[in-house]
């Protein structure tokens, strides 16, 4: 994404909850790709040591991040 916080080209806003932790309001967010659909992430690194021992079949290219769940429930696409 361009560090001003706009979407890349192919990409579309879809939900920003009006409070943020972001130290620039940039997220939690969901972007939609518009081209196939798919959803990017944008969230807090999860990085505590037992949450990520409970995660599974983990890829090396794989990342994990946090966003609240209201994000998900009132913003997501419904399709």
Do not use: W
Request: proline share 11%; net charge negative.
């Amino acid at each position: 994404m361009p560090a001003t916080g706009a979407p890349a080209p192919g990409r579309r806003n879809l939900a920003q909850p009006p409070t943020t932790t972001s130290e620039h309001g940039n997220c939690p967010t969901l972007y939609e790709h518009v081209e196939t659909g798919d959803i990017v992430v944008q969230g807090d690194r999860l990085t505590d040591p037992e949450d990520l021992a409970q995660l599974r079949d983990v890829g090396d290219h794989e990342t994990f991040v946090v966003i609240p769940r209201e994000l998900l429930t009132r913003f997501a696409p419904k399709e």
